[in-house]
């Protein structure tokens, strides 16, 4: 995909929503209220249909700033995948910042006079061409940092544009947040080769030592907290245990890291966490900022935590197209699975109506997926089933649009109605990855 750096990028469908104050009641509590009404705003509209509920987004974003304590958040865009929520999160004081995940990505939110101002690239990038980009527009370069765990990624970028023939790009560098237990090994992502604080600063001193380069943070993203279910008795105290574990060792070599990088050089940043682990990462002190985005949208991921819980911001509703028994019906579509290892808590959640599950022989798949309970019994082809996915930002792969959706039961807005849609990424024409 080619990146020019005076691309605008289409605006969405609808105005960016104002966030700024939250609902003073959690409607989305009562099931048996909540999706009927949702179902009801948007009976006029064919499925497959994604919904944002505004309620539901604001009491979200909110409560993170709420768990971030005065920490600022950056929001990680791969969690979203809409601009028009990225932009109206941002416009509330305390979030500041993207953290995209390609860098083509990055220079389409960053391009243009509206662009955003600063994006971090989440992940190390060998996009010849967007690094192209990236080195002619001096905009670019100011407003977007790379990241790099090794040398060889500096080498990469030189053998695209020389040193002499770019301005100085922003780079931020990644430490390995993962655990190792003595029983179970290796803990968390497999993500950056850098885990020790001598190793880090190494790397630090070549990124001030090559011309071409500006070493402006560090990020270290502890998976295993921010991503690991911990509810519960059980399997659920033993996550807790390792999780605070963990925090504690992480915390530890982080903060000496993060200083030994500081006697290099001054970072004007250093970045954890995520969704998961705002409180944990918010304790250590060498953090300057936490990442969050999927818990704008409150996915059935989140279900599985103990120690906060999102509101169901965005869901989606499959029609249904057949009733091969009375028990059962199937839906056009479904097989929106989450990534991850495969397994069946991957799959989209049936929130409405209750009492339906998938088959276990065919599960749910990219063209129909069966659903028996005894729910079925009063369906009929043309009815909608609502599910969550288990992810967030994945979502936004599988429709144009997210259909905001204002007001509902027990709210002072009145009746739930839909008030315009936001373009996702695919409906503003963009796969980024």
């Known amino acids: 995909m080619s990146i020019h750096p005076g691309d605008s990028p289409a605006r969405p469908l609808a105005a960016v929503p104002d966030l700024a104050t939250p609902p003073g009641q959690e409607p989305w509590r009562e099931p048996q209220r909540w999706w009927p009404a949702l179902d009801a705003a948007t009976a006029s509209l064919d499925p497959p249909l994604g919904v944002l509920s505004l309620e539901a987004l604001r009491w979200n974003a909110h409560d993170l700033l709420r768990r971030a304590a005065g920490l600022p958040i950056r929001l990680a865009s791969k969690s979203v995948r809409v601009r028009g929520v990225i932009e109206a999160v941002l416009a509330l004081p305390g979030w500041a910042g ?256 209750q009492g339906l599950a998938t088959v276990g022989r065919e599960g749910a798949g990219e063209v129909q997926t069966p659903l028996r309970g005894e729910a079925a019994r009063s369906m009929a082809v043309g009815d909608r089933v609502w599910l969550r996915h288990t992810k967030a930002g994945e979502l936004s792969e599988h429709v144009d649009r997210l259909v905001l959706v204002e007001g509902g039961p027990g709210l002072d807005t009145g009746e739930a109605r839909t008030v315009g849609a936001l373009d996702t990424y695919r409906g503003e024409g963009k796969a980024f990855l």
């Open 98 to 353: 993207v953290l995209a995940y390609t860098l083509p990505e990055a220079l389409w939110l960053a391009a243009g006079e509206a662009g955003q101002r600063d994006v971090v690239v989440g992940y190390p990038t060998v996009d010849r061409a967007a690094l192209a980009a990236l080195a002619g527009s001096p905009e670019l370069a100011a407003r977007v940092t790379l990241m790099v765990d090794d040398v060889a990624q500096l080498d990469l970028v030189d053998s695209v544009v020389p040193p002499s023939r770019r301005p100085a790009l922003r780079v931020c560098l990644e430490l390995d947040a993962s655990y190792r237990h003595r029983l179970l090994g290796h803990v968390g992502t497999l993500r950056s080769p850098v885990r020790e604080a001598a190793d880090l600063q190494t790397l630090a001193r070549t990124v001030v030592a090559r011309p071409g380069f500006t070493l402006v943070g560090v990020m270290a993203y502890e998976g295993q907290i921010a991503g690991l279910g911990n509810a519960g008795s059980g399997r659920g105290h033993v996550v807790r245990a390792l999780q605070r574990a963990s925090a504690l060792e992480l915390a530890e070599r982080r903060g000496a890291a993060v200083s030994a990088v500081r006697r290099v050089a001054d970072l004007e940043f250093v970045n954890g966490g995520g969704t998961g682990s705002v409180e944990s990462t918010h304790a250590d002190p060498s953090v300057t900022e936490v990442a969050a985005g999927s818990g704008l949208f409150g996915p059935h991921l989140f279900d599985t935590y103990a120690h906060f819980s999102p509101a169901p911001a965005a869901a989606f509703a499959l029609g249904v197209v057949r009733k091969p028994a009375p028990d059962v019906v199937t839906l056009l579509g479904g097989g929106w699975v989450a990534s991850g290892p495969p397994t069946a808590d991957r799959l989209p959640q049936v929130v409405w109506p």
